[in-house]
T-cell receptor, first 111, second 112 residues
Framework: DAGVTQSPTHLIKTRGQQVTLRCSPK?????VSWYQQALGQGPQFIFQ???????QRGNFPDRFSGHQFPNYSSELNVNALLLGDSALYLC??????????FGPGTRLTVL | QKEVEQNSGPLSVPEGAIASLNCTYS??????FFWYRQYSGKSPELIMS????GDKEDGRFTAQLNKASQYVSLLIRDSQPSDSATYLC????????????FGSGTRLQVQP
């Protein structure tokens, strides 16, 4: 039973560029949540997708956008990258309102 | 005031001892509580969930919840060096809000 997968593992971008991160949820899960984790901090909620719609959004600018596909996989897009966007981006899968399980994360570095 | 507060540590305990990790939260509407373990350079791993006041035991781990005091704790019995990690406390409202709100984590060091 495959767990949550994310790609790519690492990514280096420059300021102003755009990035797309991908997530495949655990088999049987239908909900994907995205979090940003800065060094030494707990994960911060970006948004959650269920039934291909954004159901809840955290305190992130609209440079952060996402999508969920019919197979429940999801993408996180970040436009106009800033140095402060450098972080570990985590995808968590779940059934709605149940325990969330994290993928391995994507380490984004913005230069 | 932070929504979820944890002592950043490090909390240092000898091998075989009980490690006690604490977490307080500010929103009385919080209904679900979780403990995640995060090794350096890795993603968080769910180790315990608790929804009702009292204790919940799973192997060497015991989660304790006191909603009146807005306090949740994690006890690790017979601590092992492999338990050395950052422990993240997370809470969820469960009334229309599905997001987890995390504390900054407590770093635990188990000394052999």
């Amino acid at each position: 039973d495959a767990g949550v997968t994310q790609s790519p593992t690492h990514l280096i971008k420059t300021r102003g560029q755009q990035v797309t991160l991908r997530c495949s949820p655990k088999s049987g899960h239908d909900t994907v949540s995205w979090y940003q984790q800065a060094l030494g901090q707990g994960p911060q909620f970006i948004f959650q997708y269920y039934e291909e719609e954004e159901r809840q959004r955290g305190n992130f600018p609209d440079r952060f956008s996402g999508h969920q596909f019919p197979n429940y996989s999801s993408e996180l897009n970040v436009n106009a990258l800033l140095l402060g966007d450098s972080a570990l981006y985590l995808c968590a899968s779940s059934l709605v309102n149940r325990e969330q399980f994290f993928g391995p994360g994507t380490r984004l570095t913005v230069l | 005031q932070k929504e979820v507060e944890q002592n950043s540590g490090p909390l240092s305990v000898p091998e075989g001892a009980i490690a006690s990790l604490n977490c307080t939260y500010s929103d009385r509407g919080s209904q679900s509580f979780f403990w995640y373990r995060q090794y350096s350079g890795k993603s968080p791993e769910l180790i315990m969930s608790i929804y009702s006041n009292g204790d919940k035991e799973d192997g060497r781990f015991t989660a304790q919840l006191n909603k009146a005091s807005q306090y949740v704790s994690l006890l690790i019995r017979d601590s092992q060096p492999s338990d050395s990690a950052t422990y993240l406390c997370a809470v969820r409202l469960d009334t229309g809000r599905r997001a987890l709100t995390f504390g900054s984590g407590t770093r635990l060091q188990v000394q052999p």
